[in-house]
């Protein structure tokens, strides 16, 4: 929810009616693609996580945004940190696990930033799910009462319709159309969330896209199309 905020922040305010954000790509022009990045990860702090990815993407012939941006996005995150205690967003895991890490690579193709597009792909290695702790009483009552047309979770890990009602909250603000392309192209779906099961007293979780299996390996899940790009 916090990373499309910030990248309203960062980026609609340099768009033109003209540019089409983030649309540049390189699907015919291949070999203009840049190296890839290192392995990242969609949760933990967005300041830091944007910083890193800048940093990677620098070196790689990728376009940087002004840095009048960029102080503008940095003032806002450290101003507005209390994403960080989201029920929602603490599920999203900030280790190294559940299917979850991705690098990136950008098309150098654009001559602008809001313009040039991105691609990702999933870092092998990470099928791991991830074990997390279930919601607790408090929690529940605080998702209650942000989605109050949500189904509450029956098991402290299933958060699937909370994840439903913050995306429906999202689809009616106007710059989601905007954003929306460049969730899709860093992390692969329109809103980052997980998909989690109850196991005795932990919940084994792994990022859209993907569910846990009886051995606990995140597996692909082809009915898990909710928050999917295509």
């Avoid at 990248?7 to 983030?22: C, E, G, N, Q, R």
């Avoid at 991705?102 to 313009?115: E, G, H, M, Q």
């Avoid at 979770?153 to 710059?175: F, R």
Wanted: glycine letters at 6%; aromatic letters at 8%; hydrophobic letters at 35%.
């Amino acid at each position: 929810m916090l990373l499309l905020t910030t990248a309203v922040v960062l980026l609609l305010p340099a768009a033109s009616s003209s540019t089409i954000l983030f649309g540049m790509t390189c699907e015919k022009t291949p070999e203009l693609y840049s190296e890839w990045t290192e392995c990242l990860l969609p949760g933990g702090n967005l300041l830091d996580l944007i910083k890193s990815f800048y940093n990677d993407v620098k070196g790689l012939g990728c376009l940087l945004p002004p840095k009048k941006m960029m102080r503008i996005g940095g003032t806002y995150l450290r101003n507005n940190s209390h994403y960080l205690d989201h029920p929602l967003y603490k599920r999203i895991p900030s280790q190294r696990c559940g299917s979850c890490p991705r690098r990136l690579r950008c098309c150098k193709r654009s001559r602008s930033f809001i313009a040039q597009a991105y691609d990702s792909e999933l870092c092998s290695g990470f099928d791991s799910a991830c074990a997390i702790e279930p919601l607790t009483p408090e929690e529940l009552e605080e998702l209650s009462g942000k989605y109050p047309n949500a189904t509450v979770s029956p098991d402290g890990c299933d958060v699937t319709s909370y994840v439903q009602a913050e995306l429906e909250i999202l689809k009616k603000g106007a710059a989601f159309e905007y954003v929306e392309p460049l969730l899709c192209q860093v992390v692969g779906t329109k809103l980052p969330a997980v998909n989690c099961v109850r196991r005795e007293d932990q919940c084994l979780c792994c990022c859209s896209g993907f569910r846990p299996n009886a051995e606990g390996k995140c597996v692909a899940d082809a009915t898990d199309t909710q928050f999917g790009c295509q």
